[in-house]
């Protein structure tokens, strides 16, 4: 098994250590990463989508067509990457308009928009290619006894409809939860699982009311679930779980804070991986937590 | 409530722009007409949580009205997380979040962007990533990563491909970010 591993901007800039975790435990699960040479940004909301939108597509097939060319699907471990890269393809494949109008840009550069790659969020392709069998049988250590809060990301789930990989209801996901069953911990549900984070285009517009809608979610979390860590299927959720807690201690709007890491961080230390390199970057305090992985 | 701030909140119709719901039709609008304003949307919206005074619904109908100025001057638009739990909802796919996109993208043909969007473009453009940070090198070394990921920033030739196809789009036409020099970007976060 062979994909094209799309990094995006916040993994490859801000959580290195988000990628470096990634090009880990993918091959220690028999699944090869492409570097799709030469990728760009997917593009984001905020800048070609909110200009043009054949504009976007067209920024969004040069990165398509990388992968078409080498006959991979994309993976990535962001959910804005996998939104707007999915998006993209839903509206040239449905609206043959965008896709010739797209086709003639890329002209341009010699390259074209086929429409035969899809992009696959990480947990997402593990639980549907590689299986939780498979990774109950590889992983070295467990989260035994560790009590973990969700949080899927906004992209992992809507619209449904661009994405191959569907929950069987996506305002009741599964995939996420199974996949931390998987490597042992208990995973309750709580009342605001389904909130937005509110990273990414909110907290750049208006951070008081970012930092507000994700305290509403964080409180829930800590009043209900009191979990040992976060686990979040999203790059953007895990910087906003990662940096907004310290904001709201600073303005004493909590008294606690709860470790949070991405997926493939917790799968990656799972599977062995040298801890310093794969969560070395996370500002909450994940030592502790990390400690009783690697005793699990 | 004070007389001032209800007046505040009466909407006056005669500020109404006629053509203003083609405009945004034409912007990727396409499904505006079928929305009977049903509130949905709005119930699933993280910017209704958070406060925001114009969302999905909220906006569709200011759009419907033909309230134009009162949208560009208004952020709300900006701070929509392109969720698309509204999309997931809708009992008449009008597709909410791609109304608000259309939306951004008559602000933009008024320049009524944020420093944000601009920044970002600039960065995308000069770098290939919205997103950058250029001191990341170390941070990357640090964690057994090549100081450069295998993207624009290390493919010269990717880049300017990139930057070919820009120049190709809508965005070459507004002029709001300078693209025939070589500008190298510094740290950008959107
Ligand atoms: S956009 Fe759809 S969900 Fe929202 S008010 Fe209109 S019809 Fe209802
Ligand atoms: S896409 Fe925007 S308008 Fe729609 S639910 Fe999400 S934040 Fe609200």
Redesign the pocket.
């Given at each position: 098994m062979k994909l094209g591993f799309f990094v995006g901007c916040n993994t490859a800039f801000n959580r290195p250590d988000l990628e470096r975790a990634t090009r880990y435990a993918f091959p220690a699960l028999g699944v090869e990463l492409d570097d799709l040479e030469g990728q760009s940004c997917c593009p984001v909301w905020g800048t070609m989508p909110s200009v043009d939108l054949v504009g976007w597509c067209a920024v969004a097939a040069r990165n398509w067509a990388i992968a078409e060319e080498k006959g991979l699907d994309i993976v990535t471990v962001c959910g804005s990457c996998y939104g707007s890269l999915a998006e993209t393809r839903y509206k040239m494949l449905t609206h043959p308009d965008i896709k010739a109008q797209v086709n003639e840009i890329l002209k341009e550069i010699g390259k074209e928009y086929k429409g035969t790659s899809k992009v696959r969020l990480a947990f997402n392709y593990l639980y549907y290619e590689v299986g939780p069998d498979r990774i109950r049988e590889v992983i070295k250590h467990k989260l035994e006894g560790l009590t973990v809060a969700i949080q899927p990301g906004c992209h992992s789930l809507w619209p449904s409809k661009v994405y191959v990989d569907k929950e069987e209801d996506p305002f009741h996901p599964k995939v996420l939860k199974e996949m931390c069953e998987v490597l042992g911990a208990t995973v309750p549900y709580y009342s605001r699982l389904l909130d937005c984070c509110g990273m990414g285009a909110m907290r750049s517009t208006n951070r008081e009311r970012s930092f507000s809608l994700f305290q509403k979610k964080l409180v829930s979390i800590k009043e209900e679930v009191d979990p040992d860590l976060i686990v979040t299927g999203c790059s953007s959720c895990l910087i906003q779980f990662d940096t907004a807690q310290e904001f709201l201690r600073k303005d004493r709007e909590i008294n606690f804070e709860i470790p949070a890491l991405h997926y493939m961080q917790v799968l990656a230390l799972c599977l062995g991986a040298d801890p310093e390199q794969v969560t070395g970057l996370a500002r909450t305090n994940v030592g502790q937590v990390v400690k009783k992985i690697l005793e699990g | 409530m004070s007389s001032a701030q209800a007046a505040s909140l009466v909407i006056n119709l005669t500020d109404s722009e006629p053509g203003f719901a083609d405009e945004i039709k034409e912007l990727g609008g396409e499904e505006l007409l079928?929305?009977?304003?049903?509130?949905?949307?709005?119930a699933a919206c993280p910017m209704v949580l958070a406060g925001f005074s114009f969302f999905?619904?909220r906006i569709?109908q200011a759009i419907l009205l033909g309230l134009r100025e009162v949208l560009l001057d208004d952020s709300s638009i900006w701070a929509c997380q392109s969720c698309n739990r509204?999309t997931e909802?809708?009992?008449?796919e009008?597709n909410?979040f791609e109304i608000i996109q259309a939306m951004r993208r008559v602000a933009v043909r008024e320049f009524a962007l944020p420093t944000m969007s601009i920044e970002g473009l600039k960065s995308l453009y000069d770098t290939g990533h919205a997103v950058y940070l250029a001191g990341a090198g170390n941070t990357r070394a640090k964690v057994g990563l090549p100081e450069k990921p295998p993207s624009t920033v290390a493919y010269p030739e990717a880049l300017k491909e990139l930057q070919a196809i820009m120049r190709k789009t809508a965005l070459a036409d507004l002029g709001i970010i300078p693209m025939n020099g070589f500008g190298v970007a510094d740290t950008c976060e959107v």
């Open positions: - | 079928e929305c009977i304003q049903c509130a949905k949307c709005a999905n619904k569709i509204c909802v809708c009992p008449r009008v909410p």
